[in-house]
Nanobody
Framework: QVQLVESGGGLVQAGGSLRLSCVPSGGTFASYALGWFRQVPGKERAIIGAVSRRGDSTIYEDSVKGRFTISRDNVKNDAVYLQMNSLKPEDTAVYYC???????????????????WGQGTQVTVSS
């Protein structure tokens, strides 16, 4: 079992950038594909994107394509990152990372049942 810990959230003006990090606690990400999600009050948690175990394949939800980038460090830091650029007020949400056991090249599709979740980090974008 692995625990996930997100960090890097905060308050930023529209057009700004933030970089979120997610690291494992009590385990390693080595066996897991990883995904980023966000949730606003009153709505279900929604997929932003995902990255394969190898880190060389990613998918993104349409509204973040070209603005958000998911990457992972499998060597030095054992972490997954969400670089968010050109932020908009509608990006305000609690952001979560998720982990699911997968083969090296597998990218979890939308609807995939992740096994483990972090506690979330708040991102607020002011207009």
């Amino acid at each position: 079992q692995v625990q996930l810990v997100e960090s890097g959230g905060g308050l930023v003006q529209a057009g700004g950038s933030l970089r979120l990090s997610c690291v494992p606690s009590g385990g390693t990400f080595a066996s897991y594909a990883l995904g980023w999600f966000r949730q606003v009050p009153g709505k279900e948690r929604a997929i932003i994107g995902a990255v394969s175990r190898r880190g060389d394949s990613t998918i993104y939800e349409d509204s973040v394509k070209g603005r958000f980038t998911i990457s992972r460090d499998n060597v030095k830091n054992d972490a997954v990152y969400l670089q968010m650029n050109s932020l908009k007020p509608e990006d305000t949400a609690v952001y979560y990372c998720g982990a699911g056991r997968a083969g090296p090249w597998y990218i979890p599709p939308p609807g995939y049942e992740y096994e483990y979740w972090g506690q979330g980090t708040q991102v607020t974008v002011s207009s």
